[in-house]
């Protein structure tokens, strides 16, 4: 398992090593013990896995507030993604960049997203599936939305008129949120 630096800080891309032969492969998609090895202390305590049918659709930019902020581990298990953290962190060097990266089965990449980041992504193929643990539960209460195309963060999603969920279609600006990770 390698750990990719990314220009932002604490966000890293995790490359499993995927064992293949004429019969498939096998990777370990999440290791406690290499995440240790590779300096990341990570507690990840919930799966969730979403379709989405169409290219074009776009879920995020989400986050979680104090005191469930939530770091993800993401991986795309059917389709393409681009795959997009936003660092929302006020102290951080790297505040209010963002990294995108392709997830495709095919490339095994994941993306660790940490505590304070927003997350999103939008589909680059028809029947995407997407799989992230979590290293805290879901709270409603604690659920945040960014506008996905707020210019004060700038995301080049690569796409026009994204298919947006009622939620992420009503998402405000980053300037109207207060937003605690701690």
């Given at each position: 398992?390698?750990k990719?630096e990314?220009?932002l800080?604490?966000?890293y891309?995790?490359?499993p090593?995927v064992?293949g032969d004429?019969?498939g492969w096998?990777?370990?998609s999440?290791?406690?013990k290499k995440?240790e090895?590779?300096?990341?202390d990570?507690?990840?305590i919930?799966?969730?896995?979403?379709?989405?049918s169409q290219?074009?659709?776009l879920?995020?930019?989400?986050?979680q507030?104090?005191?469930?902020?939530q770091?993800?581990?993401v991986?795309?298990?059917?389709?393409?993604i681009?795959?997009?953290a936003?660092?929302?962190r006020?102290?951080?060097p790297?505040y209010k960049q963002?990294f995108?990266?392709?997830l495709?089965?095919?490339?095994?990449?994941?993306?660790?997203?940490p505590r304070?980041f927003?997350?999103?992504f939008v589909t680059l193929?028809?029947?995407c599936e997407v799989q992230?643990?979590?290293?805290?539960?879901?709270?409603f209460?604690?659920?945040?939305?960014?506008?996905?195309?707020d210019?004060?963060i700038?995301?080049?999603?690569?796409?026009?008129?994204?298919m947006?969920s009622?939620k992420?279609?009503?998402?405000l600006?980053?300037s109207k949120?207060v937003?605690e990770?701690e």
């Open positions: 398992m390698n990719i990314t220009p800080k604490d966000c891309v995790i490359e090593n064992i004429s019969r096998f990777m370990e999440y290791s406690k995440f090895e590779l300096d990341l990570y507690d990840f919930q799966d969730n896995h979403s379709f989405s290219v074009g659709i879920r995020g930019i989400h986050c507030v104090a005191p469930y902020a770091a993800k581990l991986r795309c298990t059917r389709g393409k681009l795959d997009v936003v660092d929302l006020t102290e951080s790297t963002w995108a990266v392709e495709t089965p095919e490339n095994a990449k994941q993306l660790l997203v304070g927003g997350h999103g193929s028809d029947d992230y643990k979590t290293d805290n539960f879901y709270n209460e604690s659920d945040r939305s960014i506008q996905f195309d210019p004060e700038g995301v080049m999603w690569g796409i026009e008129n994204p947006l009622e992420d279609s009503k998402a600006p980053l949120h937003l990770f």
